[in-house]
């Protein structure tokens, strides 16, 4: 008996393709045994699924064999990386320059025969051959770094000694002593030292600008004559040297409020505080230690006493460091300058000073920890904002400040200070003080309730301050 052709059993990518409903062509007739059954939708779905695992299992495990050669590669070429490193670490610029004249000799020699080209080529890689041995060895020096001083200011030299000792029991030939100071370095000839023997190296340290500076860590050089290859032993590790900004002395001056100790009186009551305002009659919750019995026996009632509210001088100094608002690098050592010296008044003063910058508090406990601040300031990022965006800041962490100075640069326009004095806290006496070396002669002028004061060097700060303070 024969078998009807679309009565045979479905392939099985016709079971595969049956979740997919697809378009008859026209004119077929639909037949109960063409369409798939329950088992074969089932197989079908099963198939699509375990088709569609296969390729993530395989993603996978590539992944993870990817992954184990990184790990493998990394065994194996790091040490062969730190190495290399080292050995390209030693060569020196002129070093360079011979290997690859010796390089270009023998590619020469080698290719056109030339016996001229191959002699100098021996002769170079022979000469390399001989200084590489100077590499060699240990020079165990006792090494000792001692700054008289680790705190300088701009123009003052730092002092130090470097003192070399031989513990050992053999006598250590001549060598160098390397000192880097910033990004520069210095160079110290050691004579030959018998076992027992010292040596001391006395250095200054000129100071031009401001910053910190890392000065070590001593290092014995070790290199050839002809100083192709140079390699290093570090013996001690770097002392950092902070080079503070130049200040003037404000004396006679005083940058807050005078009544310190007592408080600012403002126009808030208050229950219980140091400034005495009135009296009236007493309320329940009031504390009868400030009851006033004598007017109390008078009146026939019971009266206390009431206080204004005052508080203590917080003193703050906000830094502008947009680089957008100086004109020029002087200006901004100017600035920092005025900062360092009005906060270093408002701290003999017993302030509570806070220093504040588009970065950040500066940290002022004392006055050294104020100028290692200043010392390590540099200019912040233009989308920082300038002085504007840090009198906003201002407003958010202090909001009971007492006195505020703004430091900026010659390029801050009047609107910016406008703006910059409007978003303090009401009440805040606010001195803006603006750095332009163009200026020959102080001068003071108000924007909004703000003393503005201009000034081209350090040295008029004392006077345009008095002229505030008058």
């Not at 004095?421 to 070396?437: E, I, K, N, Q, T």
């Amino acid at each position: 008996m024969s078998t009807a052709q679309g009565t045979e059993a479905p392939t099985r990518r016709a079971r595969r393709s049956a979740a997919v409903p697809a378009t008859e062509p026209a004119g077929a007739a639909a037949h109960p045994a063409s369409e798939p059954s329950a088992s074969a939708v089932g197989a079908a779905e099963t198939g699509t699924l375990a088709d569609a695992t296969v390729p993530t299992v395989r993603m996978a495990r590539e992944a993870g064999r990817i992954e184990r050669w990184r790990e493998d590669a990394g065994r194996v070429l790091g040490p062969a990386w730190r190495v290399a490193r080292d050995v390209v670490a030693v060569v020196r610029p002129l070093g360079w320059i011979v290997l690859g004249l010796a390089v270009s000799l023998w590619i020469v020699a080698l290719t056109l025969g030339w016996e001229e080209v191959l002699i100098a080529a021996a002769v170079v890689t022979a000469i390399l051959a001989l200084c590489v041995p100077f590499l060699f060895g240990r020079t165990t020096y006792e090494v000792g770094l001692d700054l008289t001083r680790t705190h300088v200011v701009v123009g003052e030299r730092a002092v130090g000694a470097l003192n070399l000792a031989n513990r050992t029991s053999r006598a250590l030939l001549p060598s160098e002593v390397v000192l880097p100071v910033g990004s520069g370095r210095g160079l110290f000839q050691v004579p030959r030292l018998a076992p027992g023997a010292e040596h001391e190296e006395l250095f200054a340290i000129p100071t031009q600008r401001r910053g910190v500076l890392s000065v070590g860590p001593v290092s014995v050089l070790r290199g050839d004559p002809l100083g192709l290859f140079e390699r290093t032993h570090d013996r001690r590790h770097a002392v950092d040297l902070f080079v503070h900004p130049r200040t003037t002395t404000l004396d006679g001056l005083s940058l807050g409020h005078l009544r310190d100790l007592e408080g600012l009186p403002v126009q808030h009551l208050s229950r219980d505080d140091v400034s005495f305002h009135a009296l009236r009659e007493y309320q329940p919750g009031d504390d009868l230690r400030h009851v006033h019995w004598k007017s109390t026996a008078r009146v026939g009632a019971l009266m206390v006493r009431q206080y204004e509210e005052t508080r203590r001088s917080h003193f703050i100094v906000a830094l502008s460091t947009s680089p957008d608002e100086y004109r020029t690098p002087d200006e901004f050592e100017l600035a920092v300058s005025v900062a360092g010296s009005i906060g270093l008044r408002a701290i003999r003063d017993s302030r509570t000073l806070e220093a504040r910058t588009q970065r950040g508090a500066l940290r002022a406990p004392t006055a050294r920890r104020f100028l290692d601040g200043l010392s390590a300031l540099e200019h912040s990022r233009s989308r920082e904002g300038g002085i504007a965006a840090l009198a906003g800041s201002l407003a958010a962490v202090a909001p009971q400040a007492a006195v505020a100075v703004l430091v900026t640069g010659g390029a801050a326009d009047a609107a910016e200070l406008r703006v910059a004095c409007a978003r303090l806290p009401f009440g805040v006496r606010v001195v803006a003080v603006v750095a332009d070396d163009r200026v020959s002669s102080p001068s003071l002028r108000r924007i909004g309730d703000a003393d503005v004061v201009t000034l081209g060097e350090l040295d008029q700060l004392p006077s345009a301050v008095r002229k505030v303070l008058s």
